[in-house]
């Protein structure tokens, strides 16, 4: 791989972007000046499926730059580049094992103006490289860090809540979870299971 993707800040913090140093690392108050770092398939190959034409362009990972959330996804990107984004939460994960681990998180406010001329107020989370765009009427609390699930795992409706019960446990299952936390290839695929 070409650039580095680790999201590691001083060796226990870990930030929403796509990576927290070299020439990866911007974050909306402080964006890259060139959409170069938005084709996913030149900068974080490593997400895409085996068998991908990595030469061709990938957007935020999708084929179309007309495709009308990566032309979203552009205008808050353009809004950050002119110094109005607006952060509703920014959270940079901690990785402290022995204690506990804190996903990185950020979301903000962005007023979208459609080329249509229709206007919404959206809600853009970040993680690694990973979007989601959303009403903000969905997520009433993400200015106070809390975000509502409203879906399930693949087709499932209800979510399963897995208490683990021993410290063993809890150790093993964060280790996997800071590991992947701390690389944004390993994050973006852990969270989209491709």
């Known amino acids: 791989m070409r650039f580095s ?10 930030v929403p972007w796509l990576a927290a140093t070299g020439e990866l690392a911007y974050s909306p108050h402080s964006p890259p000046e060139q959409e170069y770092f938005f ?3 030149w900068v974080v190959p490593g997400i895409l499926r085996e068998g991908t034409n990595k030469r061709r362009h990938y957007w935020f990972g999708d084929p179309s730059k007309d495709h009308p959330k990566v032309r979203l996804l552009f205008r808050f990107w353009n809004d950050a580049r002119r110094g109005a984004c607006v952060s509703l939460f920014v959270s940079h994960g901690v990785v402290a094992l022995a ?4 996903a990185p998180v950020a979301a903000y406010r962005h007023h979208d103006v459609h ?4 206007t919404a107020e959206r809600l853009i989370l970040m993680q690694h490289g990973s979007y989601h765009i959303g009403d903000l009427e969905s997520q009433p609390r993400v200015d106070q860090g809390e975000a509502v699930l409203y879906r399930g795992i693949q087709k ?3 979510y399963v809540l897995h208490t683990l ?7 093993r299952v964060l280790e996997v979870h800071a590991r992947s936390l701390t ?12």
Do not use: W
């Open 5 to 14: 993707t680790s999201t590691l800040i001083a060796g226990t913090e870990i």
């Open 165 to 171: 019960t021993t410290v063993e446990t809890r150790r």
């Open 115 to 118: 080329p249509s001329g229709h």
């Open 156 to 158: 499932a409706k209800t």
């Open 99 to 102: 204690t506990d681990l804190t």
């Open 183 to 194: 690389d944004s290839v390993m994050s973006f695929n852990a969270a989209h299971c491709n």
């Open 39 to 41: 084709q996913y398939s």
